[in-house]
Nanobody, 125 residues
């Protein structure tokens, strides 16, 4: 049984930083991808960043490039999202997701099989 557990959300002022963590268990941590998505109230879920675990290749949505960094700790099967220079428009529930097949550079929710419960990020101006 695959479980993804997110942590690290919170409330910060604009310009601040947060680091989200996603701990995976029961997941074949190898030639798959893990990603971070977010969903604000009344909006569709959107992909933020993805990392291909085999090669550590990363891909970001344009609005977070240069501010967010996705990384992994293979030994602990944990993926991180370092978020710097946060903006009020980054406010959302952030979800960790994992694929069950080889995919690259996908920020499409339907490409991911496993999902965490989410962690709230609130950025005030």
């Amino acid at each position: 049984q695959v479980q993804l557990v997110e942590s690290g959300g919170g409330s910060v002022q604009a310009g601040g930083s947060l680091r989200l963590s996603c701990a995976a268990s029961g997941y074949t941590y190898g030639s798959n991808s893990m990603a971070w998505f977010r969903q604000a109230p009344g909006k569709e879920r959107e992909g933020v960043a993805v990392i291909y675990l085999g090669l550590r290749a990363t891909y970001y949505r344009n609005s977070v490039k240069g501010r967010f960094t996705i990384s992994q700790d293979k030994a602990n099967k944990t993926v991180y999202l370092q978020m710097n220079s946060l903006k009020p428009e980054d406010t959302a529930m952030y979800y960790c997701a994992a694929s069950s097949r080889l995919i690259l550079q996908s920020l499409v929710p339907g490409d991911y099989t496993y999902w965490g419960q989410g962690t709230q990020v609130t950025v005030s101006s």
